[in-house]
């Protein structure tokens, strides 16, 4: 089980819609926006489901709970960020504060490693669940 976000808002949003915090395991990451003006901010948007135990008749896991979450974070430091679209591993995002006030948020790329232009990471003081929209799934 992964921990539910102490730092964002609109966590009960992702809550309602699945049930827990999921990992975003095998999530698409969309639409990256990196905004520098001001204290400077993340968007994305994660293409998200669950993965349930059961098979179709081609033996692939069903996939149910299709949403579109939308993120943003604020005040952000440290930015190590793909604009491009990509496939999460998980999204993790600290509890703990560091000494700067900010927490960490590490997207885990499924397909690649940072140094080479997937996933990335960074620190923000506050961040939010901007809306989580169902979708028909793929």
């Known amino acids: 089980m992964v ?3 102490k730092h ?3 966590v009960d949003l992702v809550l309602n819609a699945f049930g ?3 990992s975003f395991h095998d999530a698409r990451i969309e639409g990256v926006r990196l905004d520098k003006s001001g204290a400077g901010a993340v968007m994305f948007k994660l ?3 669950e993965m349930t135990s059961e098979t179709d008749a081609r033996g692939y896991f069903r996939l149910t709970k299709h949403h579109d979450v939308r993120f943003r974070f604020e005040d952000v430091a440290a930015v190590s960020m793909s604009e491009r679209d990509d496939t999460l591993l998980r999204l993790q995002i600290a509890n703990e504060l560091g ?3 900010r ?3 590490v997207l885990e790329s499924a397909i690649g490693t940072e140094s080479e232009g997937y996933g990335g990471s960074f620190r923000a003081r506050s961040g939010v669940v901007l809306d989580v929209i169902p979708t028909a799934g793929e």
Request: charged share 20%; glycine share 12%.
């Open 8 to 10: 964002v808002r609109g």
């Open 103 to 105: 927490f960490l948020v």
């Open 3 to 5: 921990e539910t976000p």
């Open 47 to 49: 293409r998200a489901f």
């Open 99 to 101: 000494s700067d006030g």
């Open 20 to 22: 827990c915090w999921p």
